[in-house]
Every structure is written in C-alpha cells, then in structure tokens.
C-alpha cells in the first residue's frame, strides 16, 4: 500500500492510500476523498452514503478509488456509461483491485457474461453499465 500525507481533516485519516506508488491525489481529490470518507462513516450525519458529481475531468475514477482504498468494504457495485467500462476497469487494474465486469449477452435473451480480473487489494468490485444490471 502506498499513503499519501493530507493535511485537511486530519480526525478522519492523515494519510490517504495512493493506487499505485507514482501516483498523487490532487487537493480537490483529496477533499472529495475525505468528504466520502465521513459519509461512509458509521456514525455519518443523517444518512449513510451519497453522490459524487463532480464536472468532466477533475478525476472521480481516482477518487472513488481512493474511497476503495482507505474504507475498503467487501463487495461495491459500481455502474458506469458504457463507453467508461474499459476506463474503469483499466484503472480498477493498476490499482490492484480485483473485479469482475458484467459484459453483454453472448447470445440474445441470454443473461450477461462475466469477465473476471484479479487483484491484490482487500475489496472486490462488480462493475456493470445500468442497462445490463437491470436486465440480469
């Protein structure tokens, strides 16, 4: 595992787990990280969880990542556009993060196929487009 120092929010964690040892979080991250973490928390004001809608571009692939890291749980559902699903799934790779991708059918009114990926990290991501979750 590899940490990066934070020094916002220091009563939530001082040190932030980084994918892969080159990378860094930029400060936005950093605080998108930490906001997650608190609603992830058990003892979280009102309700448990939340949406991350950032603009294009400002790295919430890396963020949730991050999130993955340093609050692992043992299974996440995660849904994405269709034309993210390699973007993801190639990020969930680097950083160690096991995953299996719900991929289409192989033949019609089939369910979907599984692809899996290992990973060294102690969490385990299913990653799937709306479309297909909702028809499996």
Known sequence: MYRQTANTLPYILTMLTTPFP???YHPHQVDAIHWML???HTDADYVRGGILADEMGLGKTWMTI???LNAPVSETLLLVPPVLCTQWSTALQQSGIPHRI???PSKKGADGSWAT???T???AVTLATYDRAYRN
């Open 22 to 24: 080159t990378f860094s």
């Open 38 to 40: 608190r609603r992830e």
């Open 102 to 104: 719900l991929g289409p």
């Open 66 to 68: 991050g999130l993955l």
């Open 121 to 123: 990290q102690p969490v």
């Open 117 to 119: 990926v290992p990973g």
